[in-house]
């Protein structure tokens, strides 16, 4: 089963600010399977990313995905007030046919 | 508009069964994968399993085999997530999601269903 780790835990940063959150998985993943989501206190989920780089339906640009193999990245371009939340990474691997989530990034006002 | 509607919230005894339900609706239902997901209070997200209304086809996180079981009614476009004997550490946010079937990822959520059991 593969293992996805996330770094850091928590990013304190000002609005306006840069942010780069890391996905790291204990095998290689296929970049097509990777996808990030948002979570804010109180809410579902909300995708942002699939396809490791595609941005989902209505997504600001300011949100970007890249990486391949093992080394995912979700880059906030300039935070927005309404950009403070938790991250989540998610692979879907075939062998055994399921989903892994991440620990979470959680991105707080510094 | 797509939208996946869950069932209210529970509260329950230790022992005791339940089945919630995610009801979808705005697009064919038997032509996407419904997941459910876990959170426990405070912490991350959990892949449940997941099943595709179309046949029923149904796989399991091994950390939930044998510990929940997965089912849809197409012809109500409805899943259910159910246990036969809740235990305190079922307490969770449970969230089902519309999962798209060439990419893998979650497009659409529920808002959630809180379960709760206690003595």
């Known amino acids: 089963e593969i293992v996805l780790t996330q770094s850091p835990g928590t990013l304190s940063l000002s609005p306006g600010e840069r942010a780069t959150l890391s996905c790291r998985a204990s095998q290689s993943v296929s970049s097509s399977y990777l996808a990030w989501y948002q979570q804010k206190p109180g809410q579902a989920p909300r995708l942002l990313i699939y396809?490791?780089?595609s941005r989902a339906t209505g997504i600001p640009d300011r949100f970007s995905g890249s990486g391949s193999g093992t080394d995912f990245t979700l880059t906030i371009s300039r935070l927005e007030p309404e950009d403070f939340a938790v991250y989540y990474c998610q692979q879907y691997g075939s062998s055994p046919p399921g989903l892994t989530f991440g620990g979470g990034t959680k991105v707080e006002i510094k | 508009e797509v939208q996946l509607v869950q069932s209210g919230a529970e509260v329950k005894k230790p022992g005791e069964s339940l089945k919630i339900s995610c009801k979808g609706s705005g697009y064919s239902f038997t032509s996407y994968w419904i997941g459910w997901v876990r959170q426990m209070p405070g912490k991350g997200l959990e892949w449940m399993g997941i099943i595709y209304p179309g046949d029923s086809d149904t796989r399991y996180s091994p950390s939930f085999q044998g510990q929940v079981t997965i089912s849809a009614d197409k012809s109500i476009s409805t899943a259910y997530l159910q246990w036969s004997s809740l235990k305190a550490s079922d307490t969770a946010m449970y969230y089902c999601?519309?999962?798209?079937?060439?990419?893998?990822?979650?497009?659409?959520w529920g808002k959630g269903t809180t379960v709760t059991v206690s003595s």
């Open positions: 999601a519309r999962m798209e079937g060439y990419y893998y990822y979650m497009d659409v």
């Open positions: 396809g490791a780089s």
